[in-house]
C-alpha cells in the first residue's frame, strides 16, 4: 500500500490512521464490534441507505438516524466474560 505521491505507507502508520483494522491480539469480540460500528457509521453517512432504512422501517429518517447511532454504543451486546473464544 502507498499514498497517492508513491511512499509506502507503514503498517504502524496504517493502523493509527485506523483504528478497527486490529492486530494479533485482537479478540473475535473486538473484531465484530469494529466491523458492525464501521457498517453503521456507513449507513449514517449515506442519506440514501438511511432514506431506505426509514422506508423499510415505516419510520422518519431521523429516528432511524438515531436507532443506529443508539447501537453504535454496543453493536454485539455486553462483552463476554471469560471462558474461551472459538
Known amino acids: ?3 497517492p505521491g508513491g511512499a509506502p505507507i507503514h503498517k504502524d ?15 473475535k469480540y473486538e473484531w465484530i464490534t469494529n ?6 457509521a456507513s449507513h449514517v453517512g449515506h442519506y440514501d441507505q438511511m432514506s431506505f432504512y426509514a422506508v423499510a422501517q ?14 453504535m454504543l454496543m453493536p ?11
Not at 58 to 71: A, C, P, Q, T
Request: with cysteine; charged share 35%.
Open 1 to 3: 500500500m502507498s499514498t
Open 13 to 27: 502508520q496504517l493502523k493509527a490512521k485506523y483504528i478497527g483494522t486490529g492486530d494479533a491480539d485482537m479478540t
Open 35 to 40: 466491523m458492525h460500528r464501521d457498517t453503521l
Open 58 to 71: 415505516n419510520e422518519s429518517v431521523g429516528r432511524v438516524k438515531k436507532d443506529f447511532l443508539e447501537r
Open 76 to 86: 454485539c451486546g455486553r462483552v463476554p466474560v471469560g471462558g474461551k473464544e472459538e
